[in-house]
């Protein structure tokens, strides 16, 4: 299992095909939309709407109203564009859908929140056995582990997560 960096991805990829598929779509280049595209072009990893609309806020350049946001997402969201990501305790996150097909998966820490991002090839090939051994086509799939990451588990060992 690879955790991965929170590393920044090349711009433009995922924002350029994004803005093929909203044009395609009937969409208008909208400076709130482009905002909201650019950000999550350049994250690593989900991000909430309220992390978006803070974002964007602080970016300086576009503060978006987080109606506009959760608006803008849900159209992303129906062009497959990113996916939403349940990360309990009612939080949604929302991430792109890139090309090509990569993607990863998420640790997200019950004690502080925190979202880690994994890989795991032996996870992919697992599902792709599973899908092979049953009469079930598995067409997307979203693992979302819980639990206490490091910092929160200390020098001690795992903690447990508060209930």
């Known amino acids: 299992m690879e955790t991965m960096a929170p590393t920044t991805t090349p711009t433009g990829s995922w924002a350029a ?4 598929v909203l044009s395609e779509a009937g969409f208008r280049r909208g400076g709130a939309r482009a905002a909201v595209v650019e950000l ?5 990893c989900a991000l909430s709407a309220y992390d978006i609309e803070q974002a964007l ?6 503060a978006v109203a987080r109606a506009s946001v959760y608006r803008i997402l849900d159209e992303l969201e129906e062009l497959k564009l990113v996916s939403r990501i349940d990360v309990g305790q009612g939080i949604t996150r929302y991430e792109p859908i890139r ?25 992919e090939r697992a ?21 206490v990451c490091a910092e929160c588990a200390g020098p001690g060992g795992p903690a447990s997560p508060p209930r």
């Open 40 to 44: 999550l072009d350049a994250q690593a």
């Open 99 to 123: 090309p090509g097909g990569h993607h990863h998966h998420h640790m997200v820490c019950d004690h502080c929140g925190r979202i880690i991002p994994f890989s795991d090839d032996g996870l």
């Open 17 to 20: 095909h994004a803005a093929t």
């Open 127 to 147: 599902i792709s056995r599973l899908a092979r051994e049953s009469t079930f086509a598995v067409t997307e799939h979203e693992i979302v582990l819980h639990g």
């Open 57 to 62: 806020r602080e970016e300086g350049d576009r």
